[in-house]
């Protein structure tokens, strides 16, 4: 009998090739694995993110006929992802499944290529059964697109980075995404041994679900350019876009250790404010995408002139460039360039640079009360430029939110500090969970988009 969830192994299953990964990265990226799923007893519901499916462990009950079998081989891909190296015995006592049935499923996510066999437990005695993980010959092309610069990067099933590299933006979108497309090439071409499921990219604005076009950017003028269109022509493969914010938190719930977790928000501070909100395990989108946009809620109808056209939005109050603002304000109009500079002056212990940054803190706070009276979410991530200077402002804004909660207790406020990172691993979350739900159910490739060859 096996009375672990995990089994030592022989040798490092799945045992990945140093090559062309960016050095150190790997620590870094380490999956999060589930742990105390022992004697839950495993449930079949699903969260839906934007059509694409990801199964909530914590939250399942019994699926019924039809769609069972597609519901079971989503909790089961997403169990080997949580507990991989792991047994088909661990799967079928961790899901509830019986043998038989994880044994067919697994057959049918190798044949896809999503899963492999590693190597074999050592165990006691008894049999020693073949441990399974993903397939981490499946990678994904993604990028993280900033008004002046992109990060393009390859990774593969489990968070990790093989290669990845910047390209310049210019502010013509065409010029800007054929710097993107000619990078993914580049990458393509440097992995032949590798299968490219898909393509996924972060953005600085809203991407309507439907059209998956960026219809609002203040930041990034592209509202009109087909980036999916033009990218799935010139790549060949599906791609997959999101807004930066969203991307984060699809980051922190896939790669991160929040199962259990049904209602988050991550709200991004650097030269505006983001937002990306689950409620109730599903990501709110509204129409067009546009829903979760608190950044742009008024504080002070009076207060100073938004990106957005409104004056006195919670950004420009809250957001670094408020902070550089307000610090010029106290220094009678000699401010610094950068954020960098206020934080660096502040860290000095600069009297102006703190006052500056606690008031963005305490700015930062009040906009959370609006956060939590809309969606009363268990976790608030802080994402951003205003992670760095954490060990000033982090008290400030958790003191300055309790004491705007309406009743019950206060959300947990958690800074995201891995960036730039997170939004290249939740732009490669949104093809996996692309593949798990909606190309089973007859979803048709883009035009000159080859079906991926079944292994
Ligand atoms: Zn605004």
Not at 120 to 141: F, H, Q, S, W, Y
Not at 376 to 394: H, K, N, Y
Not at 408 to 425: F, I, N, Y
Request: hydrophobic residues 40%; proline residues 5%.
């Amino acid at each position: 009998m096996e009375e672990s969830g995990r089994a030592e192994l022989d040798t490092p299953p799945f045992a990945k090739s140093a090559k062309g990964r960016a050095p150190g990265f790997g620590a870094l990226l380490e999956l999060g694995t589930i742990t105390g799923l022992k004697g839950i007893r495993l449930a079949k519901q699903e969260r839906e993110f934007g059509g694409i499916r990801r199964v909530d462990l914590a939250y399942a009950q019994l699926a019924s006929s039809e769609i069972a079998r597609d519901m079971n081989r989503d909790i089961v891909l997403e169990l080997i992802r949580a507990n991989q190296p792991v047994s088909r015995a661990d799967l079928s006592r961790l899901s509830g499944l019986q043998r038989s049935t994880v044994s067919e499923i697994v057959e049918d996510l190798m044949r896809e290529g999503w899963v492999r066999e590693g190597a074999i437990a050592k165990r006691p005695r008894g049999r020693r059964p073949t441990m399974l993980g993903l397939n981490d010959e499946l990678v994904i092309l993604v990028a993280d697109v900033h008004p002046r610069q992109a990060i393009v990067a390859v990774v593969d099933l489990n968070g990790h980075f093989l290669s990845r590299e910047a390209v310049t933006i210019v502010s013509d979108p065409k010029r800007a995404v054929e710097n993107i497309i000619r990078s993914m090439r580049q990458m393509r071409a440097s992995h032949p041994g590798k299968s490219f499921e898909g393509v996924g990219i972060s953005l600085p604005g809203r991407v309507d679900p439907a059209t998956q076009r960026l219809i609002f950017a203040p930041n990034l003028n592209w509202s009109s350019f087909d980036i999916r269109g033009t990218v799935e022509k010139a790549m060949g493969l599906k791609v997959e876009l999101d807004n930066a914010a969203n991307a984060w938190l699809l980051s922190e719930m896939w790669f991160g250790k929040m199962d259990g977790v049904r209602n988050a928000v991550l709200v991004t501070i650097s030269e505006g404010v983001g937002t990306g909100v689950i409620a109730n395990g599903q990501p709110v989108t509204g129409k067009n995408g546009m829903a979760g946009e608190f950044g742009h809620m008024v504080l002070d109808p009076a207060g100073p002139l938004c990106a957005c056209g409104a004056r006195g939005c919670w950004e420009t109050f809250a957001s670094s460039q408020a902070a550089l603002r307000i610090y010029e304000g106290r220094k009678k109009g000699k401010g610094v360039a950068s954020i960098a500079e206020l934080h660096a002056l502040a860290e000095e212990g600069d009297k102006d640079a703190v006052a500056t940054l606690t008031e963005q803190a305490k700015n930062i706070g009040r906009g959370l009360r609006m956060v939590t009276a809309a969606l009363s979410p268990e976790v608030i991530f802080i994402a951003g430029d205003i992670t760095i200077v954490w060990g000033l402002v982090g008290p400030i804004i958790e003191a300055e939110m309790k004491a705007s909660m309406l009743a019950g207790t206060p959300p947990r406020l958690v800074p995201s500090q891995e960036g730039g990172l997170a939004r290249l691993k939740g732009a490669s979350a949104l093809v996996l969970q692309r593949h798990s739900g909606k190309v089973r159910e007859g979803d048709v490739p883009a035009k000159g988009v080859k079906k991926r060859v079944k292994k």
